[in-house]
Each structure stands twice: as C-alpha cells, then as structure tokens.
C-alpha cells in the first residue's frame, strides 16, 4: 500500500522569506500524481500544486514550487516570499486508484506553517 | 456556483444517537466523497461515489452508511454513534475519475460524541 510521510509537524517563517516543507511517500507504481493542499483555519482544503510523475519538470505555481525527485521518492514543496495568509496546514497527497479504476487520496499527517510577521 | 456545501457546520452527539450529514454540490461532478479527518492527522477515505446510484467502501467505512440518489447529494448517515467518530468530516467532488487529484472539498462538519 502507498504511503505519505510529511517528517516535519510544524514549521515556521518570516514573513517575506522561503520556506521548504518535505515529503516523502512510498509506492511501487511508476505513474502517479502527488499532491500539495493548503488547509486554512477555516478547514477548507484548498489544492495549491500537483505533480505528473511522468514529467520531470516540476511544477510551479505563483510563490508555490516543488522539488520532485522522483528516484529518492521526494516532493518537499517551496513556498517564496512568504505571506501572513500562507499561514496553514498543509498536507503532502498520492493519487492512487481502486480495481475499479476509482481515484483515491493518500494523505499524510499533515504539517503546520506559521508565518511570523 | 457554491461549490460543495455542507450541514451542519458542527455537531453534539450522545453516544448511541444518529445522524445524517448532508453533502452538495453544484458542479455536476459525479465523483464524490467522504473523508474524516482526526486531530492531527490526515483525511483518510470512508466512502465515495462514482455516480448516482453507485457507492463503494474507502478505507474505514465501518459505522457508516451512505447513498447517492442524485448527482448533486451524498449524504453520510451514522447509525449508533461512538465516542471514536469524534471527527471533522470533509465531503469531496470531482469531475471524472481522470480528474487527476483535483477534488473540491466541503468546509467541513466538526462533530463531537460524549
């Protein structure tokens, strides 16, 4: 079974600068999809980035980067210039599928960003 | 477009009560799901929907049911509460089974049983 491994409970950051969250995960499957989702205090999850295994660029969106490396089976996700609304959980997620070809979400545990002002 | 809703927004059971919480979206997606997530930790999968009328177990559906009568609802039903569904529930949608990931969530149900 694949699994999701977010080594890191809680980070912290001026506000401003970059910060780099880590995960690693576990799977045997050569094509898949990894995920990074932004849960707010409101508790809503929010997708912020996603990686196409089968591409080696990675993915980029506005201040949100990854570093995918596929080998070592790693997905840390970057965050540049910090701001006070990054502030959140974010939770590391494997696209995999049922026999029926279903999708389903493999979440880690989770890590908490503070963003110091 | 609201997106995906649910109800209520937070929840006191006693222990052995029911319940259902209401799940919709306005997407016309025809995936849906439903999540738990306990005090931290990740969501993990309970049941989904590939389309109305159809349902499957995820990864920990005891103590739930579900039904999906039409596109836009999914309701989750809790017969005989227990202290262990002590949880925040997160309802889901997505377009197809090819969405790759890109799920819409709910705002969440905080539900506490004592």
């Keep these: 079974a694949q699994t999701v491994t977010q080594s890191q409970p809680e980070m912290s950051v001026q506000e401003a600068e970059t910060v780099t969250l880590s995960c690693t995960y576990d799977t045997s499957e050569s094509d898949y999809y990894l995920f990074w989702y932004k849960q707010p205090p409101s508790r809503q999850m929010i997708l912020v980035i996603r990686q196409e295994a089968y591409k080696q660029q990675n993915a980029t969106e506005n201040r949100f980067s990854v570093n995918f490396q596929k080998a070592a089976k790693s997905f840390s996700l970057k965050i540049s210039d910090s701001q006070l609304g990054d502030a959140a959980m974010y939770f590391c997620a494997y696209l995999t599928y049922d026999e029926g070809g279903s999708e389903k979400l493999v979440f880690g545990k989770g890590t908490k960003l503070t963003v110091n002002p | ?114």
Excluded at chain 2, 14 to 35: E, F, P
């Design chain 2, 1 to 114: 477009n609201a997106g995906v809703t649910q109800t209520p927004k937070f929840r006191i059971l006693k222990i052995g009560q029911s319940m259902t919480l209401q799940c919709a979206q306005d997407m016309n997606h025809n995936y849906m799901y439903w999540y738990r997530q306990d005090p931290g930790m990740g969501l993990k999968l309970i049941y989904y929907s590939v389309g109305a009328g159809i349902t499957d177990k995820g990864e920990v559906p005891n103590g739930y049911n579900v039904s999906r009568s039409t596109t836009e609802d999914f309701p989750l039903r809790l017969e005989l509460a227990a202290p262990s569904q002590t949880s925040v529930y997160f309802c889901a949608s997505s377009y197809s089974r090819w969405a790759r990931g890109t799920q819409y969530f709910g705002p969440g149900t905080r539900l506490l049983v004592l």
